[in-house]
């Protein structure tokens, strides 16, 4: 294996990596969800925007908390191929949840909120459904913007015969800031959540 | 150099953080009408960013067709995909607004605002895989360099 140094990081050539990029076996389970969630906005029922809401909403919240502050920092420290390996076990489940439990989280808690009349300006609260509608706004910027393009530039990479170890590192770097600060901003819908529970 | 792949990073178009860009302005301007809705908003900021998402996502189109060569077929699996995926996702809430009775140019101005995110994303991300991928079929001595569209830089060395 030869090596060469990039700055800080340790550039390896890399080995294929045999994996699939969107594990067809989760779709199933994604599809169902799904249907779920339309039946559940259509009943209008309260229990089940609640339900695909609060279950969307504290998946979607550990999963990126846990990402960003846990997870995170200890990627940045294992080296390239131990990152790669990690990577291409976690990431292409990510690829199919987050995305479902983001879907889940918006569409229900949006119909939740006009059915509950949160909307309205008149709500005492108005002001901090507004905070939420701007934190999900930008954490879906980062989210979609930086995030989740680099994720798959990773794993395309990892799928060449040659991944190049620069690029990979780089993107991964990305990744890791950026997984940092949608943690950091899902605290602040914690805080908003709660607000607006109490 | 097999000609396989090309094992440098090419320098492009500002495309990513364009459609980044684009996609901020849809995000505000959903942002704006959430504060309003149900109630009819003001329509004029929103449309204004609307156009001014719309003109900047043509504008990457248009950089994404003149890209030569490149990672065409990882281009459109990717967006394909993506775009699939985007449609069930604005879909759902397109599905939300006319079950809540939007209706008339707020439903329009929705609806468009829901298309351009559903084109800006699968773009970005195929872009985004696409530029990391090799280029079929052309040697790398036969890849424009310093034409001012883009570089070839050797990764690791930095020598073009």
Same mark, same amino acid.
């Given at each position: 294996m030869t090596a060469d140094t990039v700055g800080a990081e340790k550039i390896e050539a890399l080995p294929q990596t045999t994996f699939q990029i969107i594990p067809v076996k989760g779709l199933p389970f994604v599809a169902v969800w799904l249907v779920g969630l339309v039946v559940a906005i259509a009943a209008n029922k309260l229990w089940a925007l609640d339900f695909f809401h609060v279950v969307g909403g504290a998946g979607w919240t550990v999963i990126d908390l846990f990402l960003g502050f846990i997870l995170g920092p200890i990627m940045g420290r294992l080296s390239l191929s131990s990152r790669i390996d990690f990577v291409t076990k976690l990431m292409p489940k990510m690829i199919l949840l987050v995305p479902t439990l983001v879907i889940s989280t918006l569409v229900a808690g949006l119909q939740l909120a006009r059915r509950e009349h949160y909307l309205l300006s008149s709500y005492s609260y108005h002001g901090w459904v507004v905070a939420s509608i701007i934190v999900v706004g930008v954490m879906?910027?980062? #989210?979609?913007?930086? =995030?989740?393009? #680099?994720? =798959?530039?990773? =794993?395309?990479?990892?799928?060449?015969?040659?991944?190049?170890?620069?690029?990979?590192?780089? =993107? +991964?770097?990305?990744?890791?800031?950026?997984? &940092?600060?949608?943690?950091? +901003?899902?605290? &602040?819908?914690?805080?908003?959540?709660?607000?607006?529970?109490? | 150099m097999n000609g396989q792949s090309l094992p440098t990073e090419r320098r492009f178009p500002p495309i990513a953080e364009v459609a980044v860009v684009s996609m901020a302005f849809v995000i505000a301007g959903g942002v704006y009408l959430g504060a309003y809705f149900p109630r009819p908003a003001p329509l004029a900021p929103v449309v204004s960013l609307l156009i001014a998402?719309?003109?900047?996502?043509?504008?990457?189109?248009?950089?994404?067709?003149?890209?030569?060569?490149?990672?065409?077929?990882?281009?459109?699996?990717?967006?394909?995909?993506?775009?699939?995926?985007?449609?069930?996702?604005?879909?759902?809430?397109?599905?939300?607004?006319?079950?809540?009775?939007?209706?008339?140019?707020?439903?329009?101005?929705?609806?468009?605002?829901?298309?351009?995110?559903?084109?800006?994303?699968?773009?970005?991300?195929?872009?985004?895989?696409?530029?990391?991928?090799?280029?079929?079929?052309?040697?790398?001595?036969?890849?424009?360099?310093?034409?001012?569209?883009?570089?070839?830089?050797?990764?690791?060395?930095?020598?073009?």
């Open positions: 879906t910027i980062i #989210a979609i913007g930086l =995030l989740e393009p #680099a994720n =798959l530039a990773v =794993l395309f990479e990892l799928k060449k015969p040659k991944p190049n170890g620069e690029i990979v590192a780089k =993107l +991964m770097r990305r990744f890791i800031y950026t997984a &940092a600060i949608t943690g950091a +901003m899902q605290v &602040a819908t914690l805080v908003i959540m709660t607000r607006l529970a109490t | 998402a719309g003109v900047l996502l043509v504008i990457n189109i248009v950089a994404v067709s003149r890209l030569k060569p490149f990672a065409w077929e990882v281009f459109f699996r990717v967006a394909g995909w993506a775009l699939l995926a985007y449609i069930v996702i604005t879909g759902l809430i397109a599905y939300i607004f006319v079950l809540d009775h939007a209706r008339g140019t707020m439903l329009v101005v929705l609806i468009l605002m829901l298309v351009g995110f559903a084109v800006n994303v699968p773009l970005l991300l195929a872009f985004s895989v696409a530029r990391y991928q090799p280029v079929d079929n052309v040697p790398v001595d036969n890849v424009p360099v310093d034409n001012g569209s883009f570089n070839v830089v050797d990764n690791v060395t930095g020598e073009k």
